[in-house]
């Protein structure tokens, strides 16, 4: 049943190490700056994103909902999200379409979160069958039950190629994105799920969908391959993918060299700091969702504490950069180890002012 599989995402993701890889953070250096020649209050860390301001570029990962625990999950984060002024994805509302009772597990996420950044979410292999006239209907009932500012279509291949009973159906998803973009009436964000986006990957998206935004979701942080196989019983098979994908910090890279729109950096991204890296070395904000269900489960209190010290470190980062502004951070120095270089090398994609 499909509920009971969100059920089982949560208490699996939340109750055993998932998380696999490296998203190559650790390969990233920011230059210390010894004279910022600003006070830290001066440091501004908000940005505009579709239309909103965030008080900090951070979006809530697309996470959950269709259960009781989920609507508990997504009141918490929607709270969050109003309270501290940043944005909010939810987890595929497949399961509200197919089955509207369960719907009110994501309208909470309106109700609570009625001026922040909401961001609607389906699956790739879903859309990937249905014909025009449903597809539209999908999409305006998706945006409809959360009031979305945006929508973002998940493309998930490793996920659902390990999950029991997965829909690995892939054909002709850039025509279906294609229809996306044209009917929702709203940004089109295009993300992975933990297994990253490479510069192929971006460039079709770029020239025959045209999103208004990509989120890598690149691997170092929660494993889909991980959570369908100890859901599967088949833990010797995801043994053989382990840390199966692009780290973070290269898909940043590679979606960069080919794509000029708005870029999410997720996967891994474990702090402010990691996500001020992000933001210097290409991408426009940064995602966490593993670390948020882990406070959310904790309650309202725990979840404001982690974003506390997320916009904190955030802005930490900003300060010892010197960076007054995002827009700052952007243009900071960075200093890359070997792996990067070397991946970047071989691919022949130049990353900030790194060449080949
Ligand atoms: C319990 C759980 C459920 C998820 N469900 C969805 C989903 O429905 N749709 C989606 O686009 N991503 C989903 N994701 C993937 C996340 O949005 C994110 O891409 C991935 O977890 C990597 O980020 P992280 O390392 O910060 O967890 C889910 C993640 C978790 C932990």
Redo the contacts with the bound molecule.
């Keep these: 049943m499909i509920e009971s599989r ?1 059920d089982d ?2 208490k ?3 109750g055993q190490n ?2 696999e890889g490296n ?1 190559l953070f650790n390969e990233v250096y920011l230059v210390h700056t010894a004279l910022p020649e600003i006070d830290f209050d001066d440091v501004d860390s908000s940005v505009n994103i579709f239309g909103k301001k965030l008080s900090f570029p951070f979006i809530i ?5 269709g259960t009781e625990t989920a609507e508990k999950i997504n009141t918490v984060l929607a709270k969050c999200a109003e309270e501290f002024r940043v944005g909010m ?4 509302q497949r399961v509200a379409i197919v089955k509207p009772e369960t719907a009110r597990s994501f309208r909470v996420v309106a109700e609570n979160a009625p001026t922040a950044l909401k961001i609607a ?1 389906l ?1 790739a292999p879903q859309v990937s069958r249905l014909d025009e006239k449903v597809l539209s209907d999908w999409v305006s009932q998706a945006i409809d039950m959360i009031n979305a500012d945006a929508i ?1 279509i ?1 493309l ?1 291949p490793a996920q659902e190629v390990f999950q029991p009973e997965g829909e690995p159906w892939f054909r002709g998803v850039l025509d279906k994105l294609r229809f996306i973009k044209k009917v929702a009436n709203r940004p089109l964000i295009v ?4 297994n990253g986006i490479s510069m192929e990957v971006a460039k079709a998206l770029a020239s025959r969908v045209g999103p208004d935004a990509i ?1 890598v ?1 690149g691997t ?3 494993s ?1 391959i991980k ?1 369908e196989s100890i859901r599967a019983r088949s833990i010797d098979e995801a043994d053989i993918f382990s840390g199966w994908g692009i780290p973070t910090v290269l898909s940043i890279c590679e979606v960069r060299s080919v794509y000029d729109g708005l870029i999410i950096a ?5 702090s402010g700091l990691d996500g001020a890296k992000a933001i210097a070395i290409g991408a426009n904000a940064f ?7 882990l406070a959310a489960l904790k309650g309202h209190d725990e979840a404001k504490k982690f974003l506390s010290k997320l916009l904190r470190t955030f802005r930490i980062a900003m300060f010892l950069t010197g960076s007054k502004s995002v827009d700052e951070l952007t243009k900071v120095p960075v200093v890359f180890g070997p792996t990067i270089i070397s991946w970047l090398s071989q691919r022949n994609i130049r990353c900030k002012y790194v060449v080949k």
């Design positions: 969100k995402h949560i699996i993701a939340a998932v998380e998203s990962g697309a996470i959950t909902g994805y939810v987890g595929s979410n699956g973002a998940h998930n993300k992975e799920v933990g989120d979701a170092g942080g929660t889909f959570i997720s996967g891994g991204v474990r995602s966490m969702s593993r670390p948020l269900l």
